[in-house]
């Protein structure tokens, strides 16, 4: 069973559309968040929800919006796609901050 | 930046030999934990180092912590192929809401 998922794995769009990926997780955790991995590897924080609040909201752009309906769901929705925001973005979760965090699979997302 | 940096950035060894993987952070901490990532995939957790340990063990993996120097290895003993992988210290803050991972150790074992 996968523990996060999040869909699609590839996701190839025009600059100017928006999109959404959306991510679920079964283990019962209580926080989610979402990563962006540029080409060099780095992993950077965007956003972290705990209980369906909004915990930490790193400097990302407007454009992403991130929803969560419930605690075992957080939607990443992106309007106006720039080229610069073509990355794998990553969804996780943990049980309070201070846990393991389990990653989904990744998203890449390619901006042309 | 919160980001930890890891050094180094790339490491190419021989298949048995160890690896040794060194991160930095920059502020207090909760616990630290090492993650990988295989290429193309996602992460996978493989230990967890809380702030008042020294040292952990699980299996051929070996992490030590010195909160004085802000500073945690990562030791891969009688290396493998299949550890051919990307290797990721992250932190989480003494008040539990941040997560920051560091920026990666590329590691090679060649067969």
């Known amino acids: 069973d996968t523990a996060v998922s999040q869909t699609p794995k590839y996701l190839v769009t025009q600059m100017g559309n928006d999109k959404s990926i959306k991510c679920e997780q079964n283990l019962g955790h209580d926080t989610m968040y979402w990563y962006k991995q540029d080409s060099k590897k780095f992993l950077k924080i965007m956003f972290s929800y705990n209980n369906k609040e909004l915990i930490i909201n790193e400097t990302v752009p407007n454009r992403f919006s991130p929803k969560s309906p419930d605690k075992a769901h957080l939607n990443l929705h992106i309007n106006s796609l720039e080229l610069g925001d073509s990355a794998v973005y990553f969804c996780?979760?943990?049980?309070?901050?201070?846990?393991?965090?389990?990653f989904g699979q990744g998203t890449r997302l390619t901006v042309v | 930046s919160q980001q930890g940096e890891e050094d180094p950035q790339a490491l190419s060894i021989q298949e048995g030999e160890n690896a040794t993987m060194n991160c930095s952070y920059k502020?207090?901490?909760?616990?630290l934990q090492w993650y990988r990532q295989n290429s193309g995939r996602g992460l996978v957790h493989l230990i967890l180092?809380?702030?008042?340990?020294r040292e952990k063990h699980s299996g051929r993996l070996r992490v030590t912590l010195d909160t004085s120097k802000k500073s945690s290895s990562l030791l891969i003993t009688a290396s493998r192929a299949a550890d051919t992988a990307s290797y990721f210290c992250?932190?989480?803050?003494?008040?539990?809401?941040?997560?920051?991972f560091g920026t990666g150790t590329s590691l090679t074992v060649i067969p």
């Open positions: 996780a979760s943990s049980q309070a901050h201070q846990g393991l965090v389990f």
């Open positions: 992250a932190t989480v803050s003494n008040t539990g809401n941040q997560f920051y």
């Open positions: 502020t207090s901490i909760n616990n």
């Open positions: 180092i809380r702030s008042n340990e």
